[in-house]
């Protein structure tokens, strides 16, 4: 039954799923996980260079998914710029990760029962992306929780007490415990986790091998049930420095000088050259770091559609605005390191370790 299920990572060309990949190499070889990228021909050329740094490091292939193979379009984002009319993406629009990542992503794993890990860290409070697809599931093997929200929802849900406890080895009266607003979901499962995290692992697959046909449950084992491990943002660097790949070159601090003041800027995120989750400091690094691909994104902006709301890209690249962006950003840094200095002489040096990976 086990070699039925598939095991796929996504690489995204980030810092945090690289590492991921990484770690589950590492710590897991008796998996066979599939690599997975997602092509949307907009990627920054350091992208690409870091996703082939750690193929070599990974020994296996890295599947691309092209959502528009053989199509004539220049990329897979113009053949679907030109579906939705020009409607740019945005926050409130994301048809791009649709459409180009998570549709071809579910047409890739069919109806084959799917684990796939995701690169969420233990010092994230979100789920990100699960599929609603019933034959993926989602594991989190980052933080101490590795279970997704709609699992959780599921066993520990008032209505199934009885069944839960059935598959709970040893004592734990809080399991008999019911949520409510006095006692949230979310404070049942940290007793739990705190109380003994590989023995609710256990329950939690057992309940799935008895009570659902997720893929976790099909397994005949799955060795993230022993897993205690959290992995922080200071520890993904950590992975990828010893591991020899490094980090992605677009993350290295550059230096900049503005009304006799210096600063540094970077870019914080993998994915598309006109992301439009940058901030705008960001913007400025790929202004002055990829003319070519500013001016691109530039071109995509017409019948009032702007990848920052309020703003185009033709205003932003004013020399007076790029002065005030810098100045600010060189503000932030400097109200950061105030903000944590204050943090080293009240709580000492060791204190202030939960606060570095914010």
């Known amino acids: ?24 190499n590492r710590t897991y070889p008796e998996l066979d996980i599939e690599y997975y990228n997602s092509d949307t021909g907009c990627e920054l050329q350091e ?3 870091f996703v082939d740094n750690l193929k070599s490091y990974l020994g296996k292939p890295i599947t691309t998914l092209c959502a528009t193979d053989g199509m004539l379009e220049k990329t897979p984002f113009d053949y679907f710029l030109k579906m939705y009319n020009g409607f740019l993406p945005s926050v409130k629009a994301r048809w791009c990760t649709l459409k180009m990542k998570l549709d071809e992503f579910e047409k890739y794993v069919g109806d084959t029962p799917t684990v796939s890990y995701v690169a969420i860290r233990g010092d994230e409070d979100r789920d990100g992306y699960i599929s609603t697809k019933p034959n993926i599931q989602a594991i989190f093997p980052f933080r101490r929780n590795i279970w997704s929200t709609d699992v959780i929802k599921e066993v520990l849900d008032n209505k199934n007490i ?13 399991i008999d415990k019911q949520t409510g607003d006095a006692f949230t979901l979310k404070a049942k499962l940290n007793v739990l986790l705190e109380t003994d995290t ?43 420095q010893e591991s020899g790949v490094g980090i992605p070159a677009y993350y290295n601090l550059i ?20 992301c439009f989750f940058q901030q705008k400091i960001e913007w400025i690094w790929l202004y002055e770091q990829h003319p070519d691909l500013y001016a691109k994104a530039m071109e995509y902006e017409k019948d009032g559609y702007t990848w ?51």
Do not use: W
């Not at 962006?325 to 390191?337: D, G, S």
């Open 1 to 24: 039954m086990a070699s039925k299920v598939r095991h796929l990572l996504g690489i995204s060309g980030g810092k945090d799923s690289a590492a991921l990949s990484i770690y589950m």
């Open 47 to 49: 992208t690409i260079e």
């Open 162 to 174: 009885v069944k839960f406890k059935e598959c709970y080895e040893g004592r734990c009266e809080v």
């Open 198 to 240: 590989v023995a609710f692992n256990h329950a939690v697959y057992l309940y799935l091998k008895k009570y659902t046909q997720l893929p976790v449950g099909m397994l005949d084992s799955f060795p993230l049930l022993e897993n205690e491990d959290v992995i922080v943002k200071d520890d993904v660097y950590r992975i990828l």
């Open 255 to 274: 230096d900049f000088e503005v009304g006799g003041k210096k600063g540094q800027y970077c870019r914080s995120r993998s994915g598309c050259y006109f």
């Open 308 to 358: 920052i709301q309020g703003e185009s890209l033709k205003d932003l690249a004013r020399p007076e605005r790029i002065r005030q962006i810098k100045l600010e950003q060189i503000r932030k840094t400097e109200a950061e390191k105030t903000r944590r200095k204050s943090l080293v002489d009240i709580l000492g040096e060791q204190g202030t370790n939960e606060f570095d990976s914010i």
